[in-house]
């Protein structure tokens, strides 16, 4: 069956200007994650959907990230002025109900100049 | 402050050995701990979860431990083979049903 879908898989970009990143998770799956992931570095935690609650932002690391998450579906996760520090890979995960496992997508390798 | 340390450095194993991994963690009190494998260019893949009124679990060649008075899981694979070899994570059940990763330990199985 389908996974958890991300694109694009690869995105260069120069300091300055703003991406946005797309997340298509497990259809039913109400429960949305993003993460960032800086080389050879653990899972940083970046922001959590579920359902029709509010979002949990609070490891947004500033405010230049922003994420949404249409019709309780697709998610884009937005970076705006990009900066080198953002250089990182972009994981998205999802899980049915907030229940315990979390399935992942292939992740956005984001590259900023 | 709350912290999960797994070993930064590369576990490098004879191919037939069993590879022990550790996940230690500070100021949490998980209601489970999860481990899942990373491939290079790829996202985590959920192996296993234990939960807090658990001392061990098993998956085929997996084992894992959670000794909450240790703050410690232990993961372990038994017969060992390079196509064992990635990173493998550990991550805790926090608040509001999110997960807290650790750095993940690479693992190495020579033939």
């Known amino acids: 069956g389908a996974g958890v879908s991300q694109s694009p898989s690869n995105k260069v970009t120069e300091k300055g200007k703003d991406v946005e990143l797309r997340c298509d998770p497990i259809s039913g799956h109400t429960a949305l994650y993003w993460y960032r992931q800086s080389l050879g570095q653990g899972l940083e935690f970046l922001i959590y959907f579920q359902g029709n609650s509010a979002p949990d932002k609070s490891g947004l690391p500033s405010d230049r990230f922003s994420a949404e998450r249409t019709g309780g579906s697709v998610s884009t996760l937005t970076i705006q002025r990009t900066q080198q520090e953002d250089s990182a890979v972009y994981l998205c995960?999802?899980?049915?109900?907030?229940?315990?496992?979390?399935?992942f997508g292939p992740g956005t390798r984001l590259l900023v100049l | 402050s709350q912290k999960i340390e797994q070993n930064s450095e590369a576990l490098n194993i004879q191919e037939g050995k069993t590879a022990t991994l550790t996940c230690n963690y500070t100021n949490y009190s998980p209601a489970y701990l999860q481990w899942y494998r990373q491939d290079p260019g790829r996202g985590p893949v959920f192996l296993l979860l234990?939960?807090?009124?658990?001392k061990e679990k098993r998956k085929e060649r997996l084992k894992v431990t959670f000794d909450t008075t240790l703050k410690q899981s232990l993961f372990h694979i038994t017969a060992s083979q390079p196509a064992d070899s990635a990173t493998y994570l550990c991550a805790l059940h926090n608040a509001g049903n999110m997960l807290t990763f650790g750095g993940g330990t690479r693992l190495m199985v020579k033939p």
């Open positions: 234990i939960r807090e009124n658990e």
């Open positions: 995960a999802s899980s049915p109900q907030g229940g315990e496992t979390q399935y």
